[in-house]
Structures are given as C-alpha cells and as structure tokens.
C-alpha cells in the first residue's frame, strides 16, 4: 500500500509539473533558460524548510475544526515540544515518537453517545488547511507573472505533499483513520474510547484508576474487529501490568500477536518490548532471544529498547541470568527518559523497578 500511495504522489507532482508549464506556455527547456540557477536553489531551499511551517499549519487545521465541531484541546505538540492544555505548559521532548512530526490531541465532545459523536471534521482538519494552501500557492503560480510564478509553484509543492501523505487511507494516516471509522460502529467506540482515555492520562490517572467500561471490547472480543482495537489492547496490557498480573498480561498480548503482526503497528517499539519482557519474565528464553535479535536489527526498535530499563534488567535477569548487568540497567538514568511519557507510565515503570528489585536482592540500591 505504501508503494502504492508513493506511486500515486509522484503522478500528481508529475501532472501539477505539467499543468504549470502548460499553463504558463512553457516548455521544460524554457522553464530550464528562464530561471537562473541561484534563484531555483534559493526556492528549493526555501520550500524545503517551508514543510516545518505546513506542518504546524496542519496541525492547527486539526485543532480549529476541531474546536468547530466542540472538541477540547488535550495537546499540541510539535518535533521536540509539546504544550499541555490543562497545566498550561511547554515541555521539551527529548525522546519523540519516530515517524511523528506533530500531533494535534482532542477531547471529544462530552454530549452524545459514541455513535453521534463527530469526527471527520476534526480529523479531516489539517487536511483540508494542506489542501487549501497547496492550492492558493498553484494558483498564484498561473496568475504572478515573471520568474516569480516558478517561486509559487515551489510553494505549492510542501503542504501537497503533506495532504497526500495524510489524506491516502492506510495505516493510521488520517485518511487511513476516517476510512476506517466509517467501517462500523465498533471502530468509533474505540477511536472514542482512545481519545478519551488519552484526555484521563493528561490529567494525571493511573492505569488502576481507569474504569473497567473502557475495556469491554476486550471482554466481548470486538476489539479484533477494527485496527482501533490495538491502544485499548495496549492499556488493559498496562493496567494488568500495574497490578502485577502477568499472566492476563501475557494472554492479552499473546492475543495480540493472533491477530495482528506488531512491525505494522503504530505501536511497534513499544509492543516489541511489552512482548520481550513478559517472554522473559515468563521463562521463555528462545523466544526471548528470537525478538531480541529482531530488536536489534530495527533501529527504531532499539532506540526504544535502550530507554526501557525495566525490560532490559528483566532480560538479562531472567534471560541472561546476569544479575550484574540487571542492576546496572536498574540504575540506568537518562536525562530525556522521561520526556514524552505520562504520569501513569512513570508511575508503572517505578512499581516494576520495585518488583524486579525484590528478585534482586540487596544489590540495587
């Protein structure tokens, strides 16, 4: 799918190419004779640097039809910062998700059931702000006359790009996503639910405090029916974790890996640690050492690997019996290892260090 949605870029750049120099009565050797090289390196550039802005475009697309359609702000965050609605503050990451240059987080509505409650605006916000500019920009390349039109024509090239990366449906693009709300009402309860449950993070719950009405598609099993399904999966993990129950931990994730491949997962790098330290607090060392050899061989699952010390301690206590290593791990400090997490997964990683400590002995301190 992903060639496939490249493939499709390309063609549109190609036919938008095409459209302005037949618009403008050009062809590509006089396009070639009538824009000095200076000034085409200086417009590449700067609509190369000209993405950052589009992005943040993007993302206030989001928020303003949002807050058109009565979502409320939960975060705002941008590669490296992040402002938080309710504390009112900036925050500086230092251990931002790959892949991910912004994200506008919202609340949705309080009135309605999941059913009517809205969401293509909101969803469909940044795209349309991409949409607009791309075409004000192309536009002005037909209607400014000189060299210029060739600097408005560049213009429009970033926020075209960025719609079609966002609008094509796959994975969890927001094309992706509306595609796959309008599937069913199962995948919105989740989408809901997910939303929801970011909003009661930002405030500062724990994963025992969330009500067990979040999870009742993980009761019923609905939750397989929609790509939705993997967060709320992922935080009944975590609460099972929290409470120290292992084994429901361990079934949730062994049916995750049933129904879903984690390397196509938004989720991956945290899937691929959650599932290596269950094996190795369950005892399963071939399968333990299997995923460590996949970890290493993807970056980003590596990257995230090395900032998760409880699940490198337990590997190598429990795996590795090198109970040495396993307290250095838990003595690991990193100045952004907090950065980008909430108070909840702060608070779970703190109980585990605890947990893995009692196996440890006198030794960590």
């Known amino acids: 799918m992903k060639i496939t949605s490249k493939l499709l870029t390309f063609v549109a750049v190609l036919a938008l190419g095409a459209g302005y120099l037949v618009g403008n009565d050009l062809t590509i050797q006089g396009f070639v004779n009538s824009v000095p090289f200076i000034q085409l390196a200086i417009v590449a550039l700067i609509a190369v640097y000209s993405s950052y802005v589009h992005i943040i475009l993007h993302e206030l697309g989001h928020y303003v039809f949002g807050k058109m359609t009565g979502y409320q702000l939960i975060y705002f965050q941008l590669p ?87 609008v094509l449906p796959y994975s969890f693009t927001d094309g992706g996503v509306i595609r796959e709300l309008r599937k069913s009402e199962v995948s919105r309860t989740l989408y809901f639910k997910q939303l929801e449950l970011a909003a009661l993070f930002e405030e500062g719950k724990e994963f025992s405090e969330i009500p ?44 995750y890996q049933a129904n879903w491949n984690y390397l196509a997962s938004p989720y991956a790098r945290i899937l691929a640690s959650e599932i290596l330290f269950i094996h190795a607090i369950f005892g399963r060392k ?80």
């Open 80 to 166: 490296y910062f992040r402002y938080e609605a309710k504390k009112k503050t900036f925050s500086k990451l230092g251990n931002r998700i790959p892949g991910m240059m912004g994200q506008c987080l919202m609340q949705p509505p309080v009135k309605g059931t999941y059913k009517e409650k809205p969401y293509f605006l909101y969803l469909a916000g940044g795209l349309i702000v991409n949409f607009l500019t791309a075409s004000l920009f192309y536009l002005g390349s037909f209607i400014i006359p000189g060299t210029i039109s060739f600097t408005f024509f560049a213009l429009s090239i970033p926020p075209f790009l960025l719609f079609m990366a966002n």
């Open 212 to 255: 067990d009405s979040y999870f009742s598609e993980i009761g019923d099993g609905t939750y397989t029916e929609s790509k939705m399904g993997e967060y709320i999966l992922l935080i009944a993990y975590q609460k099972y974790v929290a409470e120290l129950d292992f084994e429901k931990a361990d079934k949730l994730l062994q049916a």
């Open 286 to 365: 071939k399968e333990a050492e299997q995923l460590m050899a996949q970890i290493e061989s993807y970056p980003l699952l590596k990257n995230y690997y090395d900032h998760s010390k409880v699940t490198k301690a337990a590997y190598q206590f429990f795996v590795k019996t090198n109970v040495a290593e396993a307290t250095k791990n838990l003595n690991q400090t990193s100045t952004n290892s907090e950065a980008g997490f909430n108070e909840a997964e702060l608070s779970l990683r703190d109980n585990l260090v605890n947990w893995l400590e009692s196996y440890l002995g006198s030794e960590v301190r």
